[in-house]
């Protein structure tokens, strides 16, 4: 639920089955596979899906995304997303390992290195998509500035509010840098933060 909805529980029947996504996943199949699990070491127990199932879902709305995108909330796009891009980290890491192991360096690497690679490929890629400013921004300096049209076509002036409102306040150091080190044409600041930092 965490990597593909960024939620820390939830009934998975829900993101299964619900219309728009019915035709592209098996939902009675994944829920009739639901295995319990622990994890070695610690008193965990839960329920979850094998990693066959798994893929099932991640290309169930993959499909849903390219083929029908039209049908899917706002929400279940935002989904099918980081569906699209666990699985180009899954296919990255996966031949890694295949080479590794077909040249024996997978001795010779840190045991989680695939799954820092995994972490830090995902965490990238999910930049791309994410809203670093929420909608509600938008709709409060349109409510401020009287602003009465759509927000997908917002004035540009308004970044001038978002440099002295939250670059500005951040801290005057970062905010001088982002100033005389503007990025290129078509690139934005917020794609220069760190994600761990940064952003947050």
Not at 55 to 66: D, H, I, N
Not at 128 to 152: A, C, I, M, V, Y
Request: aromatic share 12%; proline share 4%; with cysteine.
């Amino acid at each position: 639920m965490k990597a593909i909805a960024d939620a820390n529980s939830g009934d998975l029947a829900k993101f299964t089955g619900v219309s728009s996504i019915k035709f592209f996943i098996n939902k009675d199949l994944i829920m009739d596979e639901l295995l319990e699990f622990s994890i070695l070491g610690t008193q965990f127990k839960g329920n979850g899906l094998t990693t066959e199932m798994f893929e099932m879902v991640l290309r169930g709305y993959v499909r849903a995304l390219s083929e029908a995108p039209e049908l899917l909330t706002d929400r279940q796009r935002s989904i099918a997303i980081r569906c699209a891009v666990i699985t180009a980290g899954f296919v990255r890491t996966g031949l890694d390992a295949l080479v590794d192991e077909a040249t024996g360096y997978q001795y010779e690497r840190p045991d989680d290195a695939l799954q820092v690679k995994l972490r830090a490929f995902i965490a990238e890629e999910l930049r791309e998509w994410e809203k670093t400013f929420p909608d509600e921004l938008w709709q409060e300096f349109g409510r401020l500035t009287n602003w009465s049209g759509p927000l997908h076509s917002k004035p540009r002036w308004w970044g001038k509010l978002v440099i002295e409102l939250i670059y500005d306040t951040l801290d005057p150091d970062m905010a001088k840098y982002l100033k005389s080190d503007k990025p290129p044409q078509g690139v934005h600041w917020y794609r220069q933060l760190t994600d761990n930092l940064g952003v947050r």
